[in-house]
């Protein structure tokens, strides 16, 4: 009886050390189950361990931490819209410097090539170069040139709205994505892509895209071939502008202060110190920054200009901060995703901080197909809209539903206009007004500190505004 009671205790220790029980287990068994993952005979279970994300085209990565989001300096526009709070923001991938004319001009080439017919598209699509245009001042050489001449090719894209630059990201994704499967050997580049045969990462992923079969097909345990799948983790996540917290967390580049967990210096500008002006020996009074020094003068005399740069300057000017990032101050002001609200700063997560999740699922018909557009997109229907969430006015205090335009729900007249119905009025501030960041080649040194905050409607446009696009990391925040 002892000698069966030793054997089973052996045989129990001999497999729990060889990871079908207990422990941390074997990678190519299941420790939960016993059975073996990406086997023929158990199914072909999927499992894939040690994944490691790959920056996308243009992104630098930003590894995530804690840090005061906010007013670092004295608020000189009294709007009291960025009040100090600590947030932690998770690690994310961020584009290197401003998308350029060039980058910019590649999508609009694209929806040329593809839609050829369609000039609403590319219109749609087409920065406003008219925002060049000042009633005093000759600026029609830049309404002319600016977006389309090669001198400007690497010049950071102005005069596009939040909602192009929306539209700019998911292109952006599709083509890097696309390109991915080329060169896996999934697919083959089909110039022939023409209205709803265009190809997108989710209708591939859905399978309502075929292209045209690369010679390295993804292949079962079994033999057989198949389609690429999400858990495959060869597509990269999408391209999408930053949130507010985010871009002013990336922007400080704190991560070149810190000693173990001591931050040794608080940054006021993506640069250590209070300095505008270079102080090392070799660079020793040169500009940080591209902006307006002081009135009217937009970039110093002749022979020894300032900032060399009378308007934009080319995206990669200037010394990068500490996480490898271009022209976080000054330039161009940038986009951000965030839905304006004078106190967001109050309202949001501690963790993640962000106004404007708008919750949506892929629509179906009938037969319970997903639907497309005519450009081949999925269609989407909104489920849930968060930008107006508990942002304190009488709507956010009302039940699902409730007219807030209604007599007995009115509050005050003093802080709304009336919109287009009799009677009726609405905020100034609306759910369709977007925040914006840091200085531009017409600002004063006051709007490169990356906490002050700037609002636009989503569908306006400047000449001094542009953007550059981030990438949620998966897995782990610093790498393995």
Request: charged residues 25%; hydrophobic residues 30%.
């Amino acid at each position: 009886m002892k000698l069966k009671t030793l054997f089973v205790v052996f045989l129990a220790a001999f497999l729990s050390g060889c990871g079908l029980f207990g422990g941390k287990g074997s990678k190519d068994v299941s420790r939960t189950t016993g059975w073996a993952y990406n086997s023929d005979e158990t199914g072909d279970i999927p499992y894939e361990s040690g994944y490691e994300q790959e920056a996308g085209p243009g992104l630098v990565f930003v590894q995530g931490g804690t840090f005061t989001m906010g007013r670092v300096e004295q608020d000189v526009m009294y709007k009291w819209d960025n009040y100090p709070r600590r947030v932690t923001v998770a690690s994310f991938y961020m584009d290197e410097t401003e998308v350029s004319n060039q980058d910019y001009r590649e999508y609009t080439h694209w929806l040329r090539r593809v839609y050829p017919g369609d000039r609403a598209k590319l219109e749609a699509a087409l920065p406003d170069t008219m925002k060049w245009r000042s009633e005093l001042a000759y600026n029609e050489p830049y309404v002319n040139n600016y977006y389309r001449h090669p001198a400007y090719s690497d010049y950071p894209v102005v005069a596009v709205t939040w909602e192009q630059a929306e539209a700019y990201c998911a292109w952006r994704t599709d083509r890097v994505n696309e390109q991915i499967l080329v060169e896996k050997g999934i697919l083959q580049h089909d110039n022939t892509q023409s209205g709803q045969n265009v190809f997108t990462t989710d209708t591939y992923l859905a399978g309502l895209y075929q292209g045209t079969d690369g010679e390295s097909q993804i292949e079962n345990t079994d033999g057989t071939t198949r389609r690429l799948k999400w858990e495959d983790g060869i597509a990269l996540p999408s391209y999408r502008l930053p949130t507010e917290a985010e871009w002013e967390y990336a922007a400080y580049g704190l991560i070149g202060n810190v000693q173990g967990e001591l931050l040794t210096e608080r940054n006021l500008y993506p640069w250590n110190g209070t300095y505008l002006r270079e102080a090392s020996k070799d660079g020793k009074g040169r500009m940080k920054a591209n902006f307006v020094r002081g009135r009217g003068d937009m970039m110093g005399m002749a022979g020894g200009l300032n900032d060399n740069a009378d308007i934009t300057s080319p995206v990669f000017s200037y010394e990068p901060n500490d996480y490898g990032l271009y022209c976080m101050s000054g330039n161009v002001s940038e986009w951000v995703s965030d839905v304006y609200r004078p106190l967001s700063n109050l309202d949001v997560e501690e963790f993640q901080p962000y106004r404007g999740n708008v919750i949506t699922e892929y629509r179906r018909d009938a037969d319970g197909s997903l639907m497309r557009n005519e450009y081949g997109e999925l269609v989407k229907d909104t489920i849930a809209d968060y930008r107006n969430f508990k942002d304190g006015d009488i709507n956010s205090q009302l039940i699902e539903g409730t007219d807030w335009n209604s007599a007995e729900n009115r509050s005050t007249n003093d802080m709304y206009v009336q919109d287009d119905r009799p009677g009726a009025f609405s905020s100034l501030i609306t759910d369709n007004v977007r925040v914006y960041k840091g200085g531009s080649w017409k600002d004063r040194p006051y709007w490169l500190v990356p906490g002050t905050r700037r609002y636009l409607e989503q569908t306006r446009a400047q000449n001094d505004l542009g953007f550059r696009c981030a990438m949620t990391r998966v897995g782990s925040p610093e790498g393995f």
